[in-house]
């Protein structure tokens, strides 16, 4: 039976650890504190009341006799009705009066009075006090209040006598020994009752941070739907469930996403593997001549193309939301670049009869950004615009600087993107109209990989459209890395 000092120190420090412990341990020792200064204030205060009743009582008393005395030297049936009789009359604060000549000699004395006090003792004792109240222990060891002064007799200045006022204040001082056991009763209790009590408190506040906890716990990648309740919540813990509420919804989403690019990438790198095998193993079932051999092969070398261009997308797609992905900045003249994207496209605008413009070139706009990046971008713009615009239309590109931001537009008078599926455009794989744009040999990534490039810049990239009317595409670099500059 060997009190062990680490064991005991290990599981309180864990104890201490504990937000339950901690706020119980605050909460008793304030709410103790608090009723300790309350008690001992309301103490102290009933104590100096009942001395100052004490003190009045006893000048009150003092004052008579020295008017009766002043005013009515000869009245001795007063005198002996003050200080013998009234006193006898009274139960509680039984009161004694001592008259002594200029000898010191009793001359009038309450009867008892020299029974309950030793009188001798009152004359050294008052000496000190200078005509205050002071506290005397009575023989059989009641507490007295006692105050003497001098009271003239008559109109003569050297004729006067000696007053004693002593007074029982024993019940006063029951009064208070019985406060003070009160005190230290109810102080027992309180030791007791606080910790419940804050215990209770804190369990109950710490409670929403358990269920968080606790639906934490329940959340694995093939159950994120689940969310926390916060009816009921005060509004610190609200506030943080909702944010963590928030968080799961981002979770949720980019699960759904990551799960449904994987389901498409699977989908479509399946199709091109699956035509090349189609078309070997059809050219491959009996002999055949050398064009059929060769229309073969074309059409197996158009499939790996497509094959090897969404592969590139993928990879390049991953390598623009990589952390790790380094730009190379230089000053560019957005102007410029966009008139190079617009030979680029230029023939490929033409076969489709549609006519190509760059505008602002008459105003050079200077911006720090990855040339090669932003050309690919806007060239997946140009190719989505030109693609899905029909002929006799236009696509404009125009750049401008604002707020030292530097915006690139490309807009077309296409057939326009249906307002529903307008969000998802920057989803990958996405496509408004899947077979139309197999037709055309798009992978559904061109928007996704203008997104990532342009996060890589810090910038946005904004979209809106009307279908039947056009579409315009707006890409912002920000001020970090633009500069527009007039030459
Ligand atoms: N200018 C536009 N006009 C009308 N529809 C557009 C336009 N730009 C994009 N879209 C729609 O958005 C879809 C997604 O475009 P995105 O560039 O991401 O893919 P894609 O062009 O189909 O394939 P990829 O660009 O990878 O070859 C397109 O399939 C098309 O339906
Ligand atoms: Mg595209």
Known sequence: ???????????????????????????????LLLVFLVTLSLYLMLVSELNKSTELFLKDKVNVLRTMLGERPGDADGLHEEVVLESAARRYEQFYICLLDQQGKPVLMTPGMSKELDLARIAPLSAAKHGLAFPMTGRSGQA?????????????QNRFLTLQVAVDVSRKEELLARFRLWFWVASAGMLVLFPLIGYQIARQGIRPVEEIA??????????????????????????????????????EDSFERISRFSADIAHDLRTPVNNIRGEAEVALARARTIDEYRDALESSLEEAVRLSDLIGNLLFLARTESPLTHLRLEQVDVSQLLEGVREYYDASAADAGVVLTSTGVSEPVIAELDRTLIQRAVGNLVSNAVVHTLEGGRVAMATHAEAADVFIEVTDTGVGIPPDALPRVFDRFFRVDPSRSKASGGTGLGLAIVQGIMQLHGGSVEITSEPGTGTRVTLRVPSTNARAACY
């Open 1 to 31: 039976m060997f009190w062990k000092p680490t064991s005991f120190g290990g599981s309180f420090s864990r104890l201490w650890r504990t937000l339950a412990f901690r706020l119980t341990a605050a909460y008793a020792s304030a709410g």
């Open 144 to 156: 007295f209040r006692v105050m003497t002064a001098k009271a003239q007799i008559g109109e003569s």
């Open 214 to 251: 606790e639906t934490a716990r329940r959340i694995t990648s093939s159950h994120l739907s689940e969310r926390i309740v916060t009816a009921g919540y005060p509004y610190e813990l609200a506030s943080l469930a909702l944010t963590f509420n928030k968080m799961l919804d981002g979770l």
